[in-house]
Structures are given as C-alpha cells and as structure tokens.
C-alpha cells in the first residue's frame, strides 16, 4: 500500500471535474430530458391504505382526445414483488399505491384523464404499525406469506426472523453488577432527495428500449425494467441522468416499466416525473421500528451480556433492512454473550428502500441509548465505557468475520481528547454520545481508461456520481498514473457505454469502483512501459513508471529522454495503437467503518423544542481520497440523522393516509435549524485497498440518532425513548414529569 | 385552454413564450423556453430548488404564474456567470465542496446572490435565515454558508 507521505494528489481538494455544469445548471437531471413528439405520463394511485382491485376500466381515459395510451397492473406482467409494487395487480397495500398510468399529450390532459379510469374497490382494513402487524388475528397484508417460508405455519404477517447468537446470556446477565433495558421507537422517514423521480423511455419496433432516468445503478433499472416486462437485460439500454439524491432511495424502480409500456402502445417518448407528494406517498421511506435493548455490565464497566429484539416494518412487501439492523446493532463491542433477533414485517405503508445505512440507524439508536443509560449507572464517561469494551483488530462481529484493522477504538481516543469533547456544554445545555457502524460492501465494478492523443486522460465508469465521486475517481487516477489532476476526466457510461457496474450504494464507489480504476490505470502503466521499451529497443523489465513517464531503469545503459504520457499517446499509433486501460473486479475486503458523535443540545422547556447547539463526528475514512467531500459525506448524514431524530416522521390518520406529504409539513432540516458540523477524519488504512480507502457515505447517518436522544437526556434528566424528539412529543413528555 | 402569449425578458434577452394559463414561471422556464437550470423539488413553494429573480426579488418560480412573466424581467442561474466566467459565488461553491448532488445549487446560488446584492456583509445567521427557504439534503449546510461567507469576503475585497 501506498504510504501517506507519498501521495501527492490524494487528500487535496481540487474542484470537481463536473462542477462548472453544476453551479451554472447546465447539468441535465432526470427531468430534464424532452424529445420530439414526447407524451407525458401519470399514476393513478390507490385512495385507500388497503383494498382488494375488483376491476379497472382505462376505457374512459382512453376515449379523451390526447390520450394515447393506459395502462394497469396486467400489462407489467413480471418482476414479482418488485412488479406489484411497479403496478399493483390484485390487492392495493398502501394509500398512493400505483394501479393504473396514462400517456397524454400533455402532463394536464394526463391528470385529467386519470380521473376517467374506474377501479372498483374492496376496502380492507389497513396495518399500519408493528403492534397491529404481529398481534393475534392481524388483517393480514400478504396471506400468502408464511413466517421464513415456513407453510406448516399459519400466514403472519412477519416475513422473516433473524437471529444472531454466542455465549451464555442468561449466564451473562447474571454475572452483571448493572442490567439496563429499554424499548425504543423509530418512526417512519423519508430520504428526502430533493429531486423526485423521473425517466423518459422508448421503444422501437423490434423491442428495444431506451430508458434515461435519475438512478443510483442504471444496471439494476436495466434488469428490474426488464424483470417487470418480462423481457432481456439486452433489450433495454439505460442512460442515467445526474442523479438529485438518493441516499439508497433510488436504487429501486417505480416509473421506468410503466414508461416503457406507455411508449410501446403509444409508439411515442413517454416522460414520466412524480410529483413531492407521489414521492413521499409511493416511494422510498424506510422502516419504522420497535427495539428492545438490554444490556449487562460489571462495576468496572465490562459488558457481560446484551440482547437485542428488532422488528422493522418492510411496507407493503417483505424485505425491511432487519438484516443489517442486526449485523450493526452490537458491532462496536466486542462480546462474549449476547443474542440478536431481527422481524421483517408487513404493514400497509409504501414498499420500504434503502436509506443511508439502511437499518442500522434504528437498531443503534435502541442499543447507543441503553449504553448511555449504562454508563449513567455505572457512573463513567460514555467514550470510557466504549473504550472499556470496543471491538478492535481481531475481534469477532456479532454477524461472523472477525474483524481486520478497524478505526473504533481510533475514532474514540481522537474524541476523548478533541476539544470540543473537553469543553463541557454550556449552561442549561445536554450533551449526548453515540457510535455508529456500517459494515460498507464491495461488489462489482468495471472501469476503462482512455488516452487522448495529447496525453488528457478519460475515466469511464459505471457509478452515478452522487457525491463528488468522479473528483475522487480522478485523484486515485492522478495517484497512480503519477499525472497532474486537472489532465484527467471522469464519465459515467450508460449500460452500452460501459462495462457492468453494481449500483452507488452501500458505501460501495469509492472503494471498490476506485479499485478498478486504479487497475486500469495499472494496465495503462504497463501498456506505457511496453511502448516506451519497444520505442527505446529494451525489454519491458528495464523500463520504470515514475512521475508519469517512462523512464529506464537505473543501472539500464540507455541514451533516451523520458517519454510521458502525452508522448507516449502521440506515437501510439506507431507502437500498437490507442492506449486503452481497463479492469473488472469483485471488490472483497470493504473494511468496516466506525464514528464516534456528539451532540450539545437546548430544551425550550415552554415550548418543547430542541435546539442543536453543536455537533462533532469523527469518523475513520481508511484514507480520506478527497477530505472535502469525506467531511460532505460527515454533515451531510449528520443532517439528516438530526431531522430524523427531531422532527422528521410520516402522520398517518386512522385510514392509513399520510397527512403530511410535502417538504411543508414533513419537516427536514433548513439552513437556520443547523449550527456548522464540525468533523474531524481518522484514518486506519483499509488493509484491502491500495490506498487505504473505506466507504464513508454511510455510517455518518447511524450516531445521531442516539446522541441527540442521549444530549435531551442529558438536558431534561430524564428519557424520551422514542423518536421524533418533536416539539409536542417533548412538551407532552415534560409535562409529564413535572 | 387558449394559450397566453407573454412578452418577457430572461437573463437580459427579450423572449416571447406561449404558455397554458396554469403553466407555473417554473413550467415557462423549463418546458417553454428550455432554461432548465431551474428545478422543480416540491412545485409547492417549501423546497428552493426552482428559486429566480422576478424583477429584482427572489421568488419560487413554482409560485408564480407563467403568464404572471408578463412584462416583467427574470433572472436565473443561466444568467448568473456572465461572459467573464463564473461568479464568485459560483466559484466558492466549487472551491468548498458546497455542492454534493447538485439539484438544490441553482436554487441556492440565485438565492445567495440576491442576499449579497442586499446585504453584502451578512452574519453566519442571516445567510441561515435567508437561506432557509433552500433545502439541501445532501450537503448538511455547512459548506454551503462556509461558501457564502467566503464569497461575501471576496466580493468585499477582490484579490
């Protein structure tokens, strides 16, 4: 691995190389797409939460002039669930479930002629939360659905139970000097992009499609879209658009089938973009939970056992991120005793998708929380108690892997001493600590090189750029080739223009993307090396790459110049033809990522509001590659894990509808809500990455939760255990105890 | 619905648009006349993402009527770098980071713009407060207000 003191471009801040498109809007988005003779398309959604579809009749819609096409749940005949959400077929599961779609000349003719189409309903009672889901005789969301496939089983409504488990618990517990426990509530939110989803597709005659569309992985839309329509991956071709946010909420499908199948009955372009309400209504939100926490520990601070029960609502169709939820509850500590239950369950809300670490959030806040408590028990310092019992090198993770070099107990020495740690808060003022975890993922990514006749240096790859991470992409280009950052550009290739690419997610791009564009740029080198010899008449192994040119090795007798990169690329024609570099890979080793936050907060205590005063994350990046958009990714999540804890939730009323549907009322955090985020970066190089990187995307979204809790703890003296720490769920809980 | 024909002038140009009498400015913008730096978020006023200058103040062009362009003067991101190059504001969203996915930056330079043209010495509290009718999801606002600052600070005293 490289050795910090070497890098010359890794951890500067250079500008972006598709800023100037940003910041003068001529970056085009998903909406922002028009082609000739292009129809607008529109949902029809479910007006009840749950109801059986006894009928749906486009004639109506279809008989107004400027409607070209319809469509209901029959025409998306694949997919599985995936489908059913796409277009619901036999049952509505949640109010704003998409049932029928329309083209139309205009996007108003559209609106209009949605209220043509007729759907005949069975109103069922809706489930919309845990309790209701899992007690005895719930209305059933799925009654197919048998708890881990298990059809000796009556149908439940829990898809699926996770369990973890090592040691002696109830040994565990008994052993203990203090045993803290607690239930803890997190509600339904939203990832809140600001840009709602959107795509334009269509198809020729001989069924191939095209698809541009705002997506987080256009190589998932490819295959879900094909999925839904039962047709071949190499039937559709998906060109991404700059995405406006995802944060894991777009790496699902909503629009794009129903697109294509608007402009296959059409014979036209068919854009479709949703509206904030259909964004909150029908998309995206991830699950609300209920966790119980309860954990053991000696006078001295040891834990000795801890148990979680998790159950995570899945929406409408089973698959709630319970499963990372497990793998993350415990993962800062290393244990001998404990034992991890996870339930995936159905409820009438919107399909949930992945936000930000998904489920780690939930199942952290439940057990940061009981650590606190601890810690006030025991009367120590939260980041001692931590300290006292972090997982480290060598440790074995509640999910299985032992753990290789890691940055926990890093990140918690750095914030024991940070300043911001050792000033106490202000008068009247709580403060709150809590850790966060992901595990980050690999998987597959492909990437090419091009050189220019002059020497300029093309990337293409296939990860949408969400964040920056095209600047990142360039630096390790910049690193490895041993060329200035400003020769080199990064592109994000469509599903032709591009080799297989797994979506920008899970803490993924950085890391393993940026493998393989480091091994492209190694290809190059060595292409490089190859012509510089044959130019030179040497063998390959006299040539050395050094400061971006080739140069003889020492002790080589040769009278030559170096030749760079740019010489190289003008003579490629004569030595072998255009230089071309690529790799493909199955990244392994992604190399979990810890932090450590806190946060000082203020109770209005007539008003029951929260202030955040101030907020620290420190966080371990492995290598930070651009420190920018490494502490971007720190606020950025930090942000929104305080809207999450404060404010942000979906209100149901009695039907099982959303009275809160837009950015008014569904609260996110403003400019003035916020102090500035201070961050500071750890590196514990990742062992598996040339550099040294870790993903570092997610994790910041997971402490907050709790430290915000933890700090109004601290403030009030007394516990809210669940989520919003809303202004009336405040005042209500303070009314209470005086 | 007739269409309304309205005499405007963008960014400096006189423009003739035919617009449906319930198009939104934000509706003329994108889809009449192709300026589609402007972007729609929410369509209901809360998000910023769509913010122009109509003669001379910042509005939420999702707002205003199309045919409400009439006459009037309008001024978006495609006017704010001018043929010099970017405007400073423009550059210190760069040079910070200020900008993670980019959909809310048009909105939030238009709206940073018109709060230095009014008050070029604003404190970290008032660039929060003015702009806290802009969100961003992305950025947690921290380099979006450090980016402001910097670039009241140079307008203040070019180097």
């Known amino acids: 691995m490289a050795e910090a003191v070497d890098l010359k471009a890794i951890g500067t801040r250079p500008v972006r190389p598709d800023g100037v498109e940003k910041v003068t809007g001529r970056a085009n988005f998903g909406a922002d797409l028009n082609l000739p003779g292009m129809l607008h398309g529109k949902i029809l959604r479910s007006p009840h939460a749950h109801a059986r579809i006894k009928s749906v009749d486009l004639s109506g819609a279809l008989a107004m002039d400027g409607v070209l096409a319809a469509v209901s749940g029959k025409d998306i005949p694949g997919g599985g669930d995936l489908g059913d959400n796409v277009l619901a077929k036999d049952k509505a599961l949640y109010h704003g479930h998409a049932v029928a779609a329309v083209a139309a000349r205009s996007a108003y003719i559209a609106e209009l002629a949605l209220d043509e189409i007729k759907v005949e309903y069975e109103v069922l009672n809706p489930v919309m939360s845990i309790d209701d889901a899992i007690a005895d005789g719930a209305t059933l969301v799925n009654e197919s659905l048998h708890t881990n496939g298990d059809t000796s089983q009556p149908a439940s409504n829990i898809a699926a139970i996770t369990k973890f488990e090592r040691g002696d618990v109830d040994q565990g517990f008994a052993d203990a000097d203090v045993v803290v426990e607690g ?133 409408a169709f089973a698959g709630a991120p319970v499963g990372p939820g497990c793998m993350s509850v415990l993962a800062p500590y290393d244990l001998e005793n404990f034992r991890i239950e996870g339930h995936d369950v159905l409820v009438t809300k919107p399909k ?120 990142s992409m360039c630096l390790m280009a910049a690193e490895t080739l041993g060329i200035p950052y400003e020769n080199i550009n990064a592109h994000v290739g469509d599903t032709e223009a591009t080799g297989y690419c797994n979506t920008t997610g899970g803490s993924r791009t950085t890391f393993a993307t940026g493998m393989a564009v480091i091994e492209a740029c190694e290809d190059i080198i060595a292409q490089c090396k190859e012509r510089a010899a044959l130019t030179w008449e040497l063998d390959v192994d006299q040539v050395d790459w050094e400061d971006g040119q080739a140069i003889p090795k020492p002790g080589v007798n040769a009278d030559v110049k170096p030749l760079s990169l740019a010489d190289i690329a003008r003579s490629a024609g004569r030595t072998g033809g255009p230089l071309l570099g690529r790799a493909s890979l199955n990244a392994q080793g992604p190399g979990a990522s810890f932090s450590v936050n806190w946060t000082d907060v203020e109770v209005d205590r007539e008003t029951g509001k929260v202030d955040v005063k101030a907020f620290t994350g420190v966080q371990d990046a492995g290598r930070a590659i651009h420190p920018s958009y490494v502490e971007g990714q720190m606020q950025g999540g930090a942000v929104q894990g305080l809207g999450w804890a404060l404010n942000e939730e979906y209100i149901y009323d009695a039907d099982g509808v959303m009275e809160n549907a837009g950015f008014l009322d569904y609260r996110v955090p403003v400019t003035s809500d916020m102090p500035m985020i201070d961050t500071q970066i750890v590196e514990v190089p990742n062992p598996s990455h040339p550099y040294g990187v870790r993903g570092v995307g997610e994790t910041p979204i997971v402490a907050p939760l709790a430290a915000t809790s933890n700090a109004v703890r601290d403030a009030l003296g007394f516990r809210i255990n669940d989520l919003p720490l809303s202004p009336p769920r405040v005042l209500a809980a303070i009314d209470e105890n005086e | 619905m007739a269409k309304v024909h309205v005499s405007t002038t963008v960014n ?96 939030f330079i238009v709206a940073a713009k018109a709060l230095l043209e009014k008050n070029p010495n604003p404190d970290e509290t008032t660039i929060r407060y003015w702009l806290a009718g802009n969100l961003c999801r992305c950025t947690g606002y921290d380099k979006i207000v450090r980016a402001v600052q910097d670039a009241a600070d140079e307008l203040a005293s070019p180097a």
Not at chain 1, 190 to 203: D, K, L, M, R
Not at chain 2, 43 to 60: E, I, K, P
Request: negative net charge.
């Open chain 1, 183 to 315: 239930e803890y509530r997190v509600p339904t939110a939203h990832q809140g992009y600001i840009e709602p989803h959107a795509c334009t597709a269509t198809i020729n005659e001989e069924g191939k499609a095209t698809v541009w569309c705002c997506t987080q992985g256009q190589f998932d839309v490819r295959s879900m879209t094909a999925n839904c329509l039962n047709k071949q991956v190499s039937d559709i071709r998906v060109i991404p658009s700059e995405i406006g946010g995802g944060f894991g909420g777009k790496t699902t499908i909503y629009l794009e089938p129903v697109a294509v199948k608007l402009s296959e009955i059409s014979g036209r372009p068919v854009k479709m973009v949703m509206s904030r309400e259909e964004v909150f209504r029908a998309t995206g939100p991830t699950s609300a939970t209920l966790c119980r926490a309860k954990v053991g520990a000696k006078k001295d601070g040891t834990i000795t056992a801890a148990t979680a029960w998790l159950a995570y609502e899945a929406g």
């Open chain 1, 352 to 471: 949930v998708a992945a936000y930000r670490a998904p489920g780690a959030p939930q199942s952290m806040h439940a057990m940061e929380c009981a650590i606190d408590e601890l810690a006030r028990k025991l009367d120590m310092d939260p980041i001692d108690l931590r300290l006292k019992n972090a997982a480290d090198e060598g440790t074995v993770a509640p999910y299985g892997p032992q753990f290789p070099a890691i940055g926990l107990r890093a990140c918690l020495e750095a914030a024991k001493v940070h300043p911001n740690y050792t000033t106490p808060p202000a008068e009247g003022q709580g403060r709150g600590v809590a850790v966060g975890f992901w595990f980050n993922i690999g998987m597959q990514s492909s990437a090419e090189i091009r050189i220019a006749e002059n020497g300029a240096v093309t990337i293409m790859e296939g990860s949408p750029d969400i964040g920056g991470s095209r600047a």
């Open chain 2, 12 to 107: 400096g140009q006189p423009m003739d648009v035919l617009v449906e009498p319930n198009d939104s400015l934000l509706d003329t913008l994108r889809d009449g006349l192709g300026l589609t730096g402007t972007k729609e978020g929410c369509a209901t006023g809360d998000c910023g993402a769509c913010s122009v200058m109509l003669d001379g103040r910042l509005v939420c062009s999702c707002l205003v009527l199309g045919a409400e362009a009439e006459g009037k003067t309008i001024d978006t991101i495609e006017g704010v770098a001018d043929g010099d190059g970017l405007h400073v504001i423009q550059q210190k969203f760069l040079e910070h980071a200020a900008l993670q996915c980019g959909i809310c930056t048009p909105g």
